[in-house]
């Protein structure tokens, strides 16, 4: 586990690509501390980063998503 003050420096040096879009996101191991949901890699491909900050020792990266539009 990384200390708190190499978090804060990673999302200081990864916060350029805010307003960027994602292009891909590949998960190497899908058991880590929760199991990342299946459909991580395809909900998150071509979105646009909004916002990457940090909670605790934990990166936040939202995205953009679609509304669905019900009938």
């Known amino acids: ?8 420096t990673t999302v200081r040096a990864i916060n ?6 994602l292009k ?3 998960v ?3 058991n880590l ?7 991580v890699e395809s909900f998150t491909k071509n979105k646009l980063i909004h916002k990457i900050s940090r909670r605790a ?9 679609t ?3 019900l009938p």
């Open 16 to 21: 350029k690509f805010e307003n960027s879009t």
């Open 57 to 65: 020792k934990y990166i936040l990266i939202s995205v953009s998503y």
């Open 24 to 26: 891909e996101v590949i």
């Open 33 to 39: 501390r929760w199991k990342v949901d299946k459909k």
């Open 67 to 69: 509304h669905l539009t």
């Open 28 to 30: 190497h191991n899908k």
């Open 1 to 8: 586990m990384p200390e708190l003050p190499e978090v804060e």
